[in-house]
């Protein structure tokens, strides 16, 4: 009989993925009012371990006893109440488009009691709950996917890395408010990084070379060193196209709104080749709506004064394609929409269609700098593997190369380095500064992960509705 406060008990548990085991022998015990964090390197097992807590995976060596219900926000959602796979990418940009997408307040099943609408004002998302959840940006969805799992009341919570995608306000105020739920005595078990176990956790699970399980207070390792990786630079074959263009992008007086939501307004920016920008701003802001404009996925695009490459938007012979043949792109948003079956070699390929289809053939000069680049990242050995079945850190990989693998002459660069760990975000930014013939946009929440040749900044603010 298991004693009365014991939610979830493992005993000399092992789990296998890709017939690898990534937890062996594991033994504890997850207690009511205990906070878990669970760090280690890229594709050390931390999702799966969520994965079997949930029960979304089995365990088949050892035993795992549940004596409670769980609620697990992952990276990404599939439920009944939503999935990615009925819907496709650019479609949350389409304003007039039928949207069978529930609204946020439908998708939260929210009822109107006190504790419930003080959760959804304090995590800022009382002015969403009649808006589609397609159309949040990446960081709204996160914070709707946590709302949802804190309003089921679920004995035991596990939040695979709920603080990425959000910008310092919100991972303060979510911060204060699961530390208020642990003081309370919440039970959760969050994914987390080395340098950000917060200061609420009480137990650490460190699943790097085998695991160590025991209290934050007697945790042996805190933050890493954040040392420079010095491994070789890939040495690509593909040659970059020469510039023909003296302005990548020109914005004059551009304006976006759904009905009489406002995203942008008046807004003006030119960036020229060579240059590498930060694009800075809260949650919402409409970063991710300015770079589909930039990218070509916006249909308002055409309805504003818009130039990519010195050519205007809908006033020029140029397709979307030609454009997006020049751009390397990635964004969390893109990254939900993949199909799970491609293997990761097959998905890095279809930055070369700059969809979600697998060219027929490719040249030795793509075969090259594909085992280049997936050697520097160590994604090699991942190459045949199932893009499902690759942690959210490997995947994240994949599709960094996927940017990065027909050497455009440009990269829109949308939180690239959500659910790195240091030392792939490390081998990321010296590849970045290695690029110097390349115009860069790059979007990010924490500016220290910003490489060191970024010396522009556009910052976007909110629009006045008034």
């Known amino acids: 009989m298991a004693e009365p406060n014991v939610l979830v008990a493992l005993e000399k548990v092992t789990i296998n993925r890709r017939n690898e085991p990534v937890l062996r022998d594991l033994s504890l015990q997850i207690r009511a009012g205990d906070c878990w964090a669970v760090v280690g390197k890229i594709g050390s097992g931390k999702t799966t371990f969520l994965q079997v807590l949930a029960g979304q995976l089995p365990a088949p060596v050892g035993t795992l006893t549940r004596h409670a219900a769980v609620s697990f926000v992952s990276f990404k959602e599939e439920s009944h109440r939503f999935s990615y796979g009925d819907y496709f990418y650019q479609q949350r940009y389409q304003a ?22 003080r959760l959804i004002e304090q995590l800022g998302l009382a002015p969403l709950l009649d808006l589609s959840f397609i159309k949040l940006s990446n960081g709204q969805t996160r914070k709707a996917r946590i709302a949802k799992a804190l309003l089921s009341q679920s004995p035991l919570i596990l939040l695979d890395n709920p603080f990425v995608g959000l910008d310092r306000a919100t991972r303060v105020d979510l911060t204060t408010w699961l530390s208020s739920l642990v003081g309370q005595g919440s039970t959760l078990v969050l994914v987390t990084g080395l340098e950000a176990i917060p200061s609420f956790v009480t137990h650490v699970l460190n699943l790097d070379a085998g695991s160590w399980a025991g209290t934050n207070d007697s945790y042996p390792a805190k933050a890493p060193t954040g040392q420079q990786n010095n491994s070789p630079l890939p040495v690509v074959q593909t040659p970059i196209k020469p510039l023909d263009f003296t302005d990548v992008f020109r914005l004059h007086n551009v304006t976006v709104r759904y009905g009489e939501r406002l995203i942008l307004t008046n807004l003006t920016w030119t960036v020229q080749a060579g240059e590498k920008w930060a694009l800075l701003g809260p ?34 012979n140029e397709s979307i394609w030609e454009v997006k043949r020049r751009i390397g792109f990635v964004s969390p948003e893109l990254h939900l929409y993949f199909p799970l079956h491609l293997t990761a070699r097959q998905v890095v390929l279809t930055g070369l269609t700059d969809t979600l289809t697998v060219p027929k053939s490719v040249s030795s000069a793509t075969e090259n700098d ?9 994604m ?11 942690s959210t850190g490997e995947q994240r990989l994949t599709l960094l190369i996927r940017a990065l693998i027909k050497n455009p002459p440009v990269l829109l660069l949308d939180e690239p380095f959500q659910a790195l760990d240091n030392s792939s975000i490390n081998l990321a930014r010296q590849l970045l500064d290695a690029l110097p013939d390349k115009s860069l946009l790059f979007v990010t929440h924490d500016q220290r992960e910003l490489p060191s040749s970024v010396d522009r900044t556009f910052e976007l603010g909110f629009v006045n509705p008034g």
């Open 96 to 117: 007039t488009m039928s949207d069978t997408a529930p609204i946020v307040r439908q998708y939260l099943q929210l009822t109107e009691s006190p504790d419930d609408i």
């Open 283 to 316: 949650n919402g802001v409409g970063k991710s709506v300015l770079l589909s404009l930039l990218y070509g996925d916006h249909p308002q695009a055409y309805a504003n004064d818009v130039s990519v490459f010195g050519h205007r938007r809908g006033k020029s």
């Open 370 to 378: 594909l085992t280049e680049l997936a050697q520097y990242f160590g």
């Open 380 to 390: 090699f050995n991942r190459l045949n593997c199932p893009f499902g079945t690759l």
